[in-house]
């Protein structure tokens, strides 16, 4: 198994906003700005509730994979699909969600 810490989330830094609009999908932010250093934070809220993604780290430990801290500071691996415009990552209980690069 690839080490959670090992790399920085290069080609995904930058502010992303979610175009998905299922039900799973809107328990998680509106935006994300992700940043170096393995930073993120969350931009607006989830559509309902607590967004599942806040602030905290953002990791890809190998280019299929994106580890996140949520907002219970739990880290949760996401298998990931990543353009230079565009990432879908898929949850562990299967929610698939779109984000689009928005600068």
């Not at 690839?2 to 920085?8: F, H, I, M, T």
């Not at 509730?49 to 580890?67: E, F, I, N, S, Y």
């Amino acid at each position: 198994m690839a080490d959670p810490s090992a790399s920085e989330p290069g080609p995904l830094t930058g502010r992303w906003r979610r175009v998905s609009d299922s039900d799973c999908a809107r328990a998680y932010p509106a935006g994300l700005v992700i940043g170096p250093g393995s930073r993120y934070r969350a931009v607006g809220g989830a559509d309902r509730g607590l967004p599942v993604w806040d602030v905290g780290t953002a990791r890809m430990p190998d280019g299929t994979t994106l580890t996140m801290s949520t907002s219970s500071d739990e880290l949760v691996s996401y298998r990931l699909d990543a353009t230079a415009d565009r990432f879908t990552v898929t949850t562990p209980d299967g929610c698939t969600l779109t984000y689009e690069r928005e600068d």
